[in-house]
């Protein structure tokens, strides 16, 4: 019977560490392409953040990047700033090392961190599980919003719901965003093996 | 001289049409669906099992587990499992990407194309377990369902995991 419930206990902890919203995300401090370490923490002021699980090679993650440069654009100076996270081995996919990163961060000229989680630590802590994945905190890193940037990643002329545009929105209105999570087809995210 | 010259030619295409036609068939075009033709496919209720991988030429790990896919189709021609390779390409990319990449590998396992933009919506519809990572596979089969949000590593994993789903007590 203690086994029994021991083994409940250790399975829900697993399923735990995928983090809900309302749950609080850790911060981290992770390597920037300009080869500096970078956390929430160094962002006193602001009122929260778009951290996206996102990458060099994932066509999916490519058809959203004009879209997280025009995020940032709009939303850092009111205090969300876009915080990119690149989860991928490189081993697995040369396409993601910090080489290539810092290529194009260069090339596409992010105003926003594009940090490598080196360890594969960070990504299992917020449970992100493909490219592009978003998560939306509030400055005290209450977890807001979980998904999709918007609802059509082929066509952004042809995008109806800005879902994640909308959840900065009730955030910053000191709302709940609705909905509060959604869904996007991505790229897994490639573990070390 | 002219007559040696168009005989050499007719020659030549007999020459390839027999070396086409013998060691390289042409695979026919995936048609391309909506949701509603899919969840059609979803909703027979009847003894077969109904295996449905969702994939794309762009995701490098749904093209490594291809071949154990391509097998199974092969190995079920009994009907007592049926098959269906879901491209979520972008449907304009059939022509371009989808055939060559089926051509090539002379795969010849049913294939049809998901031709729609809103995953928000479509994801749900299909597996509401789906967090919409690829490769994904869901089985159906006698009203219950079993998904897997992974890669499959060897054609005995996913001939295991098959089994696994489809040995039902009752």
Redesign the interface.
Known sequence: MIKVLFFLLLSSLTISAQLKVGDIASDFQLMNTDDKNVSLADYPNAKGFIVVFTCNHCPYAKMYEDRLIDLHKKYASKGYPVIAINPNDPDVVPEDSPAEMKKRSKSKKFKFPYLFDAKQEVYVKYGATKTPHVFLLDKNRMVKYIGAIDDNPREEKQVKEKFLENAVSSLDMGKDPDPSVTKAIGCSIKKKS | MDVLVGMGKYLFLIISWTFFSTGFSQIQEPKSIVLDDLLTLMAKNDDTIRVFNFW?T????CIKEWPYFQKLSENSSDKKLKLWMIS?D?ARKLKSKVVPFLQKHQYTASVLLLNE?????F??AIEPA??????ATLIIYKGKRCFA???FHSQAELNDWIENCTNFKN
């Open positions: 794309a762009w995701c490098a790990p979520l972008d933009t809103r995953p928000n919506v994801i749900d789906w967090l919409g990572a690829i490769p949000e992974k890669e």
